[in-house]
């Protein structure tokens, strides 16, 4: 049995909840998300509460229903309180600049890097910090990899982008004589 798929989803205050065609709608204060839940997972809203069952007892299904509950957690959090990122860059002449929608990265190449954010995304830059907010974990998380992924941080000086609660490994580096 799927220990994360049987605990109750406690719903939020604000929050208006549809299920309907297999298609889950949250609307809360920050936003309305949109989900089409797997087959084999029902969804039961309640009062206070949302409990998710299987229809199946294999192990495939299992999977589904812990995932399910997990993506129908993170939809009720993000309309309800919004999820937030926090990157840090490191390095000489390393900066950013938010020109609309997008961000202007300078990370040492021979040329500026242009990244478009996703619709629903939003971003702020403070000195070497870069603050990504949205309701959608999932696109959330997405932007902020991909950002990384332009620098990574490197082991020696740590240079690069960086989450912020991310802890960079140092290696020594070449030993003279």
Request: without cysteine.
């Amino acid at each position: 049995m799927s220990r994360v798929g049987k605990k109750p989803i406690p719903k939020p205050e604000k929050t208006e909840i549809t299920f309907a065609d297999r298609v889950l709608t949250v609307i809360g204060p920050k936003g309305q998300l949109s989900r089409r839940i797997h087959p084999d997972v029902d969804l039961n809203i309640e009062e206070d509460q949302i409990l998710l069952s299987v229809r199946r007892n294999d192990k495939k299904t299992k999977a589904q229903w812990g995932t399910a509950r997990a993506l129908v957690a993170n939809m009720l959090t993000g309309v309800s309180q919004g999820f937030e990122r926090v990157l840090e860059i490191n390095g000489i002449g390393y900066r950013a600049e938010v020109k609309g929608n997008s961000i202007d990265l300078n990370l040492g190449y021979s040329h500026p890097i242009s990244f478009d954010l996703p619709e629903g995304i939003s971003a702020l830059v403070e000195r070497n910090t870069i603050r990504l907010s949205g309701i959608d974990k999932e696109k959330l998380g997405f932007a902020a990899a991909s950002i990384r992924k332009f620098r990574p941080p490197e082991p020696y000086k740590g240079k690069g982008i960086k989450y912020a609660e991310e802890h960079i490994v140092r290696k020594a580096g070449k030993t003279g004589k």
